[in-house]
């Protein structure tokens, strides 16, 4: 464990370098009182999650990289070492100067590489429930969200899973559950507050028509829930045996969800794709996960342009074409016509000025 | 209040443009079930409060302007206009391309105009709660503050007045509370959250040794402690008539709170200046308020010889020199000692990229 360096419990703070993952991390801060939430799903290293600006499924509460990131060192292209917040510094929060932190994460490798990131902990939690309710409509799902965020319910995670995803999640995980628009959420804190968060938001789910709500405080019952969510992407793979997965990621205002996703059904229909629908609710952030036919291009070509497509969708709705997934390669021309010809000038000089010679990870984002 | 736009209750997202204050925002967001909770203390425009990075009472749970400002329009030197998330654009959560809005968030004036500012709104509080302690010394109110946060009590203020302060809130506000070290926190939440935060929250102080614990629920006697605090500076000043205010802060890792306050109070013996403590100490963060005679140039000497003492203090325990104050032209030389060569190098680039003829606010930070 020698990667992780300068855990220091009364500060909320600790020192990662390449290497470790959120797993690993936490697994280190068992029995601490402390934990690392930021959790994108499949096990990660965490300076690669700070490299994209990773978030997942407890960032409606937690936050995402870009808020739980207090410190960087990263070898700059010239080879000269930063440290974005100075070297051995740990403190909260800042006046002092340019936010180099904040310009390093999510960069995607273009700008330096990260040799170790300082982060910032949070209590872990006393206790955890689980809840899951279907709805008639993706509209009454997204509706509870927004009331629940809106009654300042703490809600910790708030996950929506579309029908293929549930009917893809029952055969591949066991479970039984209906196949309808599905929120899984995760509630925080004392046994007493978790009480009132529950009943809050059964209260809210009920008024906005969900039926079948159920909860679970048990380890196992949480786990078996959450392996199934985790699962998702080898779930909907198993629907279409010896196919390949293609995923792709947007982000709109959480009040454009229900539009965006209607129309995302809609679109995967008239292209004869079959795609699943999953995502960060509480964020406005969801994923598609489509599948592929290896030995047709024709269809590979459809799901290309239908991925180009849900980024202008996202793009039209005052979205982003990317919530955590980042740009890379494909979504070069989406970025530029989000943040426009000024934004885009800006990004360039920036990489200019830091990586005059191109030597960083060459070719991604701009 | 055609400066207040696009507000999206929905999305918890507004566009302010300059000249709108905090205080003019929340007040318009009344009976929505919304507030802005950012909250320097005075009345502050918005726009300001995103060019110096404000953070203030609240920011132990809600964030500082970092965390709470989701797009920017911003004039660039060379007269662009730039959106820095994309014009129109209030998503929560993106990973496209490089975070353009947090570099100009706290950048003093010096890289661009900000002309309108896109902010994340959070849902207003259902009750509030106010309690205060104090305690028989400094360790002991730092401690109690660190337990709070790792007992995962959603605390939503937590402040530090010292002795000097309290005596001088006692005298100015009419208060009647122990001359002693204190804490002021405050608890948003339901009727029985509340109850049950404040029940640990009295716990966890008495086991680090406070007296006189006593809360106020109704909206008049919180009004009055707040009151208080938020004049702690006129306090202050009414100490000696006559007298000019001089302020400074630095931020600190939670731990090393205890040390420098006490390693403070002797600096402010030794140079026998007469200086008031208090602070955001759930973030390590704390002002001094110092009283110098406009008639003594020898004293002003002192104070400043004072403050750039307690910058270096902060920075030889891993913090910063300012928190939430900012760099200006008092704390350049602190600046370059808290970031080293190669990070004041990366933001004397990054300023003559976007303001290579040197336009804005001319030699402030660097």
């Given at each position: 464990m020698d990667k992780i360096l300068e855990l220091n419990l009364e500060d909320f703070s600790v020192v990662v370098e390449p290497g470790v993952t959120h797993k690993a991390l936490n697994t280190h801060l068992r029995d601490s009182g402390l934990w690392f939430p930021v959790d994108p799903g499949a096990d990660a290293s965490l300076c690669g999650m700070v490299a994209t600006g990773a978030s997942g499924t407890n960032a409606v509460r937690y936050g995402t990289m870009r808020e739980n990131v207090l410190n960087l060192e990263v070898v700059l292209p010239g080879g000269e070492l930063l440290h974005t917040a100075g070297l051995g510094r740990h403190f909260r929060k800042s006046a002092a100067g340019y936010n180099l932190t904040g310009l390093f994460v999510g960069s995607e490798g273009t700008l330096g590489l990260i040799t170790a990131a300082t982060l910032r902990l949070h209590p872990a939690p006393e206790a955890t429930v689980v809840a899951t309710c279907a709805f008639p409509s993706v509209q009454a799902a997204v509706d509870s969200t927004v009331h629940i965020l809106q009654a300042a319910v703490p809600v910790a995670r708030i996950e929506f899973l579309d029908d293929v995803t549930m009917d893809a999640c029952n055969k591949h995980s066991q479970l039984n559950c209906s196949v309808a628009p599905t929120l899984f959420l995760e509630f925080h804190g004392s046994e007493q507050v978790l009480a009132e968060q529950l009943q809050r938001a059964e209260e809210i789910t009920q008024d906005n028509g969900a039926f079948h709500f159920s909860s679970a405080k048990e380890a196992e019952e949480r786990s078996r829930l959450w392996a199934a969510r985790h699962s998702a992407w080898y779930a909907v793979l198993a629907l279409r045996p010896g196919y390949k997965g293609y995923s792709t990621d947007v982000c709109v205002p959480i009040s454009r969800l229900p539009e965006i996703l209607v129309q995302t059904k809609e679109d995967l229909k008239a292209q004869g794709l079959t795609g699943a629908i999953l995502g960060h609710v509480g964020d406005g952030n969801f994923h598609c996960l489509l599948l592929v036919d290896p030995e047709d291009p024709e269809e590979l070509h459809r799901v290309m342009a239908f991925s180009e497509l849900l980024g202008r969708r996202a793009l039209a709705l005052?979205?982003?074409?990317?919530g955590e997934h980042g740009i890379g390669l494909g979504k070069r021309q989406l970025l530029q016509e989000e943040v426009g010809a000024v934004g885009m000038e800006t990004m360039r000089r920036l990489k200019a000025m830091l990586d005059p010679r191109g030597l960083m990870n060459p070719g991604k984002v701009l």
């Open positions: 005052h979205g982003t074409c990317t």
